[in-house]
C-alpha cells in the first residue's frame, strides 16, 4: 500500500516525519522536494481567484457539467 506522509529535512539531511508522529518502517521510499516558493505563490493567488470561483456567473457557466445541477 502507497502512504504519503509530510516530513520535514533538517539541515544535515535527516528526515523527520510531522503529524501523527510515526516511527519510518525500515525500507525504500521516494521523496518528492516542494518549491515552498512557489508553493506559497499559489497559496497567495487562491485568495484572488475565489473571488471570481465563487460568483454565481461561475456556477452557471459550468452547471451543464456537473450532473444534477443544471
Known sequence: MLQTIEV??????????????????????LLTLLDLEANDSALLAEAVLAEDWLKAEEDEAWARLQPGKS
Open 8 to 29: 520535514e529535512i533538517d539541515t544535515t539531511g535527516q528526515v523527520h516525519p510531522l503529524e501523527p508522529p510515526i516511527r519510518l518502517p525500515p525500507g525504500r521510499a
